[in-house]
């Protein structure tokens, strides 16, 4: 079964990093652009980032400059690099995978998505 | 940054009823557009790509409709497993952006 795990969530200080980690299994993940969603609790679904590919990477304002994007095909995983983090990026963060149509880049709808991984900010 | 507007923001059906939801974008989108299905405590689940082409897996009871800036994701028959909050998303340019979100309750 196709399947996406997050790891890497939990609680860190205002100013911190913390590394969220998606692991993809039973698909070709070479073959798919690649996104990072948050959702506050409670709240709703925000896109925070993308990277396609060939390695080209999109990111929301709200996290430009802060977070970073990357991916290893050869281990079948998503990064999300995450610094300075500020309370407002506590939520649960979704690894998902880009369906693809016939235009270049992620610009994507998600067909398979992770259970989540929870990231609180808080001193 | 291309907006995204649901309405109603919640609503309340009964088991066998037509709902129909609304997501209008603040400039044109073509049909760009995505429809997400999440129940409590899960990840969301894609519905309906392209504005109205159905998901893999997803009752025939579920259709999309529309291009430009309106679009209506239509429930026919609700079921109790429909009880969930529904997001449509725009795919036409960066950053992707969700609209806030329907809640649908089953009476």
């Known amino acids: 079964e196709m399947q996406l795990v997050e790891s890497g969530g939990g609680l860190i200080q205002p100013g911190g990093s913390l590394r969220l980690s998606c692991a993809a299994s039973e698909f070709t993940f070479s073959w798919h652009d690649m996104h990072w969603v948050r959702q506050a609790s409670g709240k709703d679904l925000e896109w925070v980032s993308a990277?396609?590919?060939?390695?080209?990477?999109y990111y929301s304002g709200s996290v430009r400059g802060r977070f970073t994007i990357s991916r290893e095909d050869d281990k079948a995983s998503l990064y999300l690099q995450m610094n300075n983090v500020r309370p407002e990026d506590t939520a649960v963060y979704y690894c998902a995978r880009g369906r693809g149509d016939i235009r270049p880049g992620p610009l994507d709808d998600f067909d398979l998505w992770g259970p989540g991984t929870l990231v609180t900010v808080s001193s | 940054d291309i907006q995204m507007t649901q309405s109603p923001s919640s609503a309340s059906a009964s088991v066998g009823d037509r709902v129909t939801v609304t997501c209008r974008a603040s400039?044109?989108?073509?049909?760009?557009l995505a429809w997400y299905q999440q129940k409590p405590g899960r990840a969301p689940r894609l519905l309906i790509f392209?504005?109205?082409t159905l998901g893999g897996g997803v009752p025939s009871r579920f259709s999309g409709s529309g291009s430009g800036t309106e679009f209506t994701l239509t429930i026919r028959s609700l079921q109790p497993e429909d009880s969930a909050t529904y997001y449509c998303?725009?795919?036409?340019?960066?950053?992707?952006?969700f609209g806030q979100g329907t809640r649908l309750e089953i009476k």
């Open positions: 392209d504005a109205s």
């Open positions: 990277i396609g590919t060939m390695g080209d990477k």
């Open positions: 998303q725009q795919t036409k340019s960066f950053p992707l952006t």
């Open positions: 400039q044109g989108i073509s049909n760009w």
